[in-house]
Nanobody, 123 residues
Framework: VQLQASGGGKVPAGGSLRLSCEFSGRILSTSGMGWFRQAPGKEREFVAAINWSGSTTDYVDSVKGRFTISRDNAKNTVHLQMNTLKPEDTAVYYC?????????????????WGQGTQVTVSS
């Protein structure tokens, strides 16, 4: 599976951004797509995930109520809508593919990764 992320940028605190991830290749019905982020000097952190059908989602507590993950399988795209952004959301964001969605919140659960897209939130 190949992944291509886009949509990063620089916004003031309280602003919004929408990240997109285009994917191609053979997608399993047991699979999921996830977003991770990595700030300088920190480990890569799980942000959100969505299953193949889009019926189930999961979020890290720090983004619940602010971020929404969605997908359009007809367009082979996954989105991450980020609202009420905070300076601590600043990081490089990565989309990733896991063959098995359930419980997949660690980087090692994901087999394929896109290149990162930088999100910078100014205070």
């Amino acid at each position: 599976v190949q992944l291509q992320a886009s949509g990063g940028g620089k916004v003031p605190a309280g602003g919004s951004l929408r990240l997109s991830c285009e994917f191609s290749g053979r997608i399993l019905s047991t699979s999921g797509m996830g977003w991770f982020r990595q700030a300088p000097g920190k480990e890569r952190e799980f942000v959100a995930a969505i299953n193949w059908s889009g019926s189930t989602t999961d979020y890290v507590d720090s983004v619940k109520g602010r971020f929404t993950i969605s997908r359009d399988n007809a367009k082979n795209t996954v989105h991450l809508q980020m609202n009420t952004l905070k300076p601590e959301d600043t990081a490089v964001y990565y989309c990733a593919y896991t063959r098995s969605y359930f419980g997949a919140t660690q980087p090692y659960d994901y087999a394929s990764w896109g290149q990162g897209t930088q999100v910078t939130v100014s205070s």
